[in-house]
């Protein structure tokens, strides 16, 4: 698969270049590529003894941290899970034609004898443009919103959070909920305007709406019948890249004592890259942004800052320090008394070959209470990513 399928593929230009299967059938190029993931993860929680507990979505606590243990050892995914990615590319006439479907699985199970069927297609779409016109997309695929934290994130290709709970059957978090809010994937209709001479870009997006899902709650809110819009405007010269977006959903409650609201979002972020260093700062602000995933906590008040700092002593190694908090600013029922997440990451990431990226990381979460309650998980692991 070319560099730039991959990178369109996941979004992330952090991610090295892929060397899969290329053939030509007619006027199709197809490509079979991927990814296979696993980290060993040993994690310890602290803090919830003697009525500390902090309650919500406490990525620290024990019962998501530690997945209701004090100490546990899982071997699963880092944050991205295993994956096989088709596409076929072709120019037809003025257009250049692209279609791709996305198909991942995870490494850890609770049981050895259970079937792991899970399937995940997070992608499947197609799109089609030219340099006058920009390109229009349809299908599912990740949305707009968060783009440039999540992909920009170092753990990435890591662990980051190894957060128990999701981590079997699943993922781990990164900063995910520690630091921002959830990329997510989506039906959507998307277009992106051609990049101007200047280096401005934009793109915008009609979203399939979604409900919340909470983790450790019933569901209090459905979509209404209008979509999600998601947009960001952003510009990139020499190595520098900031990006300005925002989001939005009406949710319809579906359970008394609760009133409908609408989802509003807006982010800010900028990197940059000169030689062996690079820097990522990224901030979210809104209503209803969640923790994992869209109004999961209801029609709260959220803040979100992630900054990051990355080294290359050689050309194989980069070093890194990573650190994002999520904050609630209201006290309210959907928080479940969840007042922040924040997760230090440092990490070590060594190129083996252009194909396998071998990883280190420990790190520190920590969740807090608005009564003052704090729990902590400490945490590391180590492991390694190939893209095929």
Same mark, same amino acid.
């Given at each position: 698969?070319?560099?730039?399928?991959?990178?369109?593929?996941?979004?992330?230009?952090?991610?090295?270049?892929?060397?899969?299967?290329?053939?030509?059938?007619?006027?199709?190029?197809? !490509?079979?590529?991927?990814?296979?993931?696993?980290?060993?993860?040993?994690?310890?929680?602290?803090?919830?003894? @003697?009525?500390?507990?902090?309650?919500?979505?406490?990525?620290?606590?024990?019962?998501?941290?530690?997945?209701?243990?004090?100490?546990?050892?899982?071997?699963?995914?880092?944050?991205?899970?295993?994956?096989?990615?088709? &596409? +076929? #590319?072709?120019?037809?006439?003025?257009?250049?034609? @692209?279609?791709?479907?996305?198909?991942?699985?995870? #490494?850890?199970?609770?049981? +050895?004898?259970?079937? @792991? &069927?899970?399937?995940?297609?997070?992608?499947?779409?197609?799109?089609?443009?030219?340099?006058?016109?920009?390109?229009?997309?349809?299908?599912?695929?990740?949305?707009?919103?968060? /783009?440039?934290?999540?992909?920009?994130?170092? =753990?990435?290709?890591?662990?980051?959070?190894?957060?128990?709970?999701?981590?079997?059957?699943?993922? =781990?978090?990164?900063?995910?909920?520690?630091?921002?809010?959830?990329?997510?994937?989506?039906?959507?209709?998307?277009?992106?305007?051609?990049?101007?001479?200047?280096?401005?870009?934009?793109?915008?997006?009609?979203?399939?709406?979604?409900?919340?899902?909470?983790?450790?709650?019933?569901?209090?809110?459905?979509?209404?019948?209008?979509?999600?819009?998601?947009?960001?405007?952003?510009?990139?010269?020499?190595?520098?890249?900031?990006?300005?977006?925002?989001?939005?959903?009406?949710?319809?409650?579906?359970?008394?004592?609760?009133?409908?609201?609408?989802?509003?979002?807006?982010?800010?972020?900028? !990197?940059?890259?000169?030689?062996?260093?690079?820097?990522?700062?990224?901030?979210? !602000?809104?209503?209803?942004?969640?923790?994992?995933?869209?109004?999961?906590?209801? @029609?709260?008040?959220?803040?979100?800052?992630?900054?990051?700092?990355?080294?290359?002593?050689?050309?194989?190694?980069?070093?890194?320090?990573?650190?994002?908090? &999520?904050?609630?600013?209201?006290? /309210?029922?959907?928080?479940?008394?969840?007042?922040?997440?924040?997760?230090? #990451?440092?990490?070590?990431?060594? #190129?083996? /070959?252009?194909?396998?990226?071998?990883?280190?990381?420990?790190?520190?979460?920590?969740?807090?209470?608005?009564?003052?309650?704090?729990?902590?998980?400490?945490?590391?692991?180590?492991?390694?990513?190939?893209?095929?």
């Amino acid at each position: 698969m070319k560099k730039a399928i991959m990178v369109g593929a996941l979004a992330a230009a952090a991610i090295p270049a892929a060397q899969a299967v290329d053939f030509k059938a007619g006027d199709w190029n197809l !490509s079979v590529g991927g990814m296979v993931n696993a980290y060993y993860t040993q994690v310890s929680c602290s803090g919830d003894g @003697n009525g500390n507990a902090v309650g919500g979505l406490a990525l620290a606590g024990k019962a998501l941290g530690c997945g209701g243990e004090t100490n546990r050892t899982t071997i699963g995914n880092g944050l991205l899970p295993n994956g096989l990615v088709t &596409s +076929a #590319t072709s120019r037809q006439g003025d257009y250049d034609v @692209n279609a791709l479907i996305g198909m991942y699985n995870a #490494t850890a199970t609770d049981s +050895a004898i259970s079937a @792991n &069927s899970g399937v995940d297609v997070r992608q499947a779409y197609f799109s089609f443009g030219n340099d006058r016109m920009g390109t229009i997309k349809l299908g599912r695929d990740n949305g707009i919103f968060g /783009t440039g934290a999540i992909f920009g994130d170092m =753990t990435l290709i890591g662990a980051g959070a190894p957060v128990q709970a999701t981590q079997r059957g699943r993922v =781990t978090l990164g900063h995910i909920g520690a630091g921002y809010s959830y990329v997510g994937y989506y039906g959507q209709i998307a277009y992106t305007a051609p990049k101007s001479a200047s280096g401005i870009g934009f793109d915008v997006a009609l979203v399939s709406p979604v409900a919340d899902t909470p983790i450790v709650a019933a569901p209090v809110y459905s979509s209404k019948s209008s979509p999600q819009v998601q947009a960001q405007v952003s510009y990139a010269a020499a190595g520098f890249k900031t990006w300005l977006g925002a989001k939005s959903q009406q949710f319809e409650a579906i359970a008394t004592g609760v009133e409908d609201f609408t989802m509003t979002g807006v982010e800010l972020g900028a !990197s940059y890259q000169q030689g062996a260093v690079g820097v990522i700062a990224n901030i979210q !602000s809104g209503k209803g942004l969640g923790i994992l995933s869209d109004a999961d906590q209801g @029609n709260v008040r959220t803040r979100a800052a992630f900054v990051q700092g990355t080294f290359k002593p050689n050309q194989k190694l980069k070093l890194g320090l990573g650190y994002g908090i &999520s904050r609630n600013r209201d006290n /309210t029922a959907g928080t479940g008394g969840l007042k922040s997440n924040a997760n230090l #990451t440092l990490g070590a990431y060594y #190129t083996l /070959t252009h194909a396998i990226t071998l990883v280190g990381e420990v790190g520190q979460t920590r969740s807090k209470g608005f009564n003052g309650a704090e729990v902590k998980l400490n945490g590391g692991s180590v492991g390694g990513i190939i893209f095929f």
